[in-house]
């Protein structure tokens, strides 16, 4: 019935095209990206070894959400959290988590010294930039992090480092997170980055 209606509303060409473009319209709508996407992108990751302790280094591109750099610029704190683990690898059962550790920065904006102060949670360095651009570039370049010492490791095994970013949403302000738990403009994380050991 709905069929036959349409059917015969599209018999003249004008609003037949009127159909077709309504159709068209509807269908790039549907299948076209947001104009805007944000989250956090793991660009590389390495690991070597020097003096007996495996190192990291790794690039991460973080690209806030309008509302996340709002907040940021608003003076409300974000707290980026690097999540890495090492597994062992093991053909026939579950890989074995060898080792689990996390990296966590705040970055928070200072409107009066119009700074960005990025402070190093684990071990309580702050370090000050001009532009946010600058800060999140420091939080991103990762040097020279100890991952892990060698005599954890079992000579002759496969291991497997992963590496993921993200927002952490539990450290915002009491009154932002359920806002901030609704809205996937707050959830920026990268996906699992992995590469051998």
């Known amino acids: 019935m709905l069929l036959s209606r349409t059917v015969a509303l599209c018999r003249t060409p004008l609003r037949r095209s009127a159909y077709v473009g309504f159709i068209v319209f509807l269908g790039l709508l549907l299948t076209s990206p947001p104009a805007w996407t944000a989250g956090f992108n793991i660009i ?13 280094d790794a690039d991460i591109a973080y690209d806030l959400s309008p509302a996340v750099a709002d907040a940021l610029n608003n003076s409300v ?12 690898n093991r053909p026939m059962l579950w890989d074995e988590t060898v080792a689990e550790l996390q990296q966590r920065f705040r970055i928070t904006y200072h409107a009066l010294a119009q700074q960005y102060v990025v402070a190093n949670l ?17 939080v991103g370049r990762i040097r020279d992090f100890p991952l892990l010492d060698r005599s954890l490791l079992q000579p002759g095994q496969r291991y497997i480092v992963s590496l993921r970013a ?8 009491a009154p932002l997170r359920p806002q ?8 920026l994380t990268s996906d699992w980055y992995t590469w051998p050991l």
């Open 77 to 88: 704190p974000l707290t980026i959290q690097l999540d890495m683990q090492v597994q062992r």
């Open 122 to 138: 684990n071990s309580d360095q702050q370090y000050s930039f001009p532009t946010r651009a600058a800060a999140f570039e420091f």
């Open 180 to 187: 901030a738990y609704l809205s996937t403009a707050w959830r």
């Open 166 to 173: 993200e927002l952490d949403i539990e450290a915002l302000p």
């Open 44 to 56: 590389r990751a390495t690991t070597r070894l020097e003096q007996a302790v495996y190192v990291l």
